[in-house]
């Protein structure tokens, strides 16, 4: 069974760091594209960008690049999403999710999903 | 990036049908069957329904269809059930629209 296992809920103040995990399971991780979808309280679902673990290859979207970095550990089947700097306007739920076909560094769908990570930031 | 409109909400009664729309120059005839749907119950993580415009991934009901003509895709939804109320998110890809704005379906 595909699993993508995320921390519940993790709570920082502006201008700190944070990592957050998406631990997979079940499936061979260098395989495929891992993506990372943003909402906010109350709004739809953002794409930040995707990563193919067998080789960092990443791609992020517009919105997203230079405010957050993505990666892999290959060696424990884990990827990362990561701030370095975290604003008021980061407080969101953050999903994981497995691309189900993806070529070319696009992803067309995602097939299997994480339950979110709850990032609040304070200021 | 273009983008994929969707209606803000949809209703329907136990044992209608519904569909739901999702317009955007990334969705045309041709070899582009990429279009996905995903359901999102409140507090939970989105869930795929249909991916390459009308496939479902094991374990969807088939009371759930998706098909596509020029720059709309639609899901329609047969046999409407409580349980199906919950937001739905069309998507293409990640380099055009990867996301519509949501609608939100209210089971009557």
């Known amino acids: 069974e595909v699993q993508l296992v995320q921390p519940g809920a993790e709570v920082r103040k502006s201008g700190e760091s944070l990592k957050i995990s998406c631990k997979t399971s079940g499936y061979t991780f260098t395989n495929y594209w891992i993506g990372w979808v943003r909402q906010m309280p109350g709004k739809g679902l953002e794409w930040m960008g995707i990563i193919y673990p067998g080789d960092s290859d990443s791609r992020y979207s517009p919105s997203f690049r230079g405010q957050v970095i993505i990666s892999a550990d290959k060696s424990i089947s884990t990827a990362y999403l990561q701030w370095t700097s975290l604003k008021a306007s980061d407080t969101a739920m953050y999903y994981c999710?497995?691309?189900?076909?993806?070529?070319?560094?696009?992803?067309?769908?995602?097939?299997?999903w994480g339950q979110g990570t709850l990032v609040t930031v304070s200021s | 990036q273009s983008a994929l409109t969707q209606p803000a909400s949809v209703s329907g009664s136990p044992g209608q049908s519904i569909t739901i729309s999702c317009t955007g120059t990334?969705?045309?005839?041709?070899?582009?069957?990429?279009v996905s749907w995903y359901q999102q119950h409140p507090g939970k993580a989105p869930k795929l329904i249909i991916y390459d415009v009308s496939h479902r991934p094991p374990g969807i009901s088939n009371r759930f269809s998706g098909s596509k003509s020029g720059n709309t895709a639609s899901l329609t939804i047969s046999g409407l059930q409580a349980e199906d109320e919950a937001d739905y998110y069309c998507s293409s890809s990640t380099n055009t629209s990867p996301f519509g704005g949501g609608t939100k379906l209210t089971v009557l």
């Open positions: 990334s969705i045309h005839d041709g070899p582009y069957n990429y």
């Open positions: 999710a497995r691309g189900g076909y993806c070529t070319n560094g696009v992803c067309y769908h995602f097939d299997n």
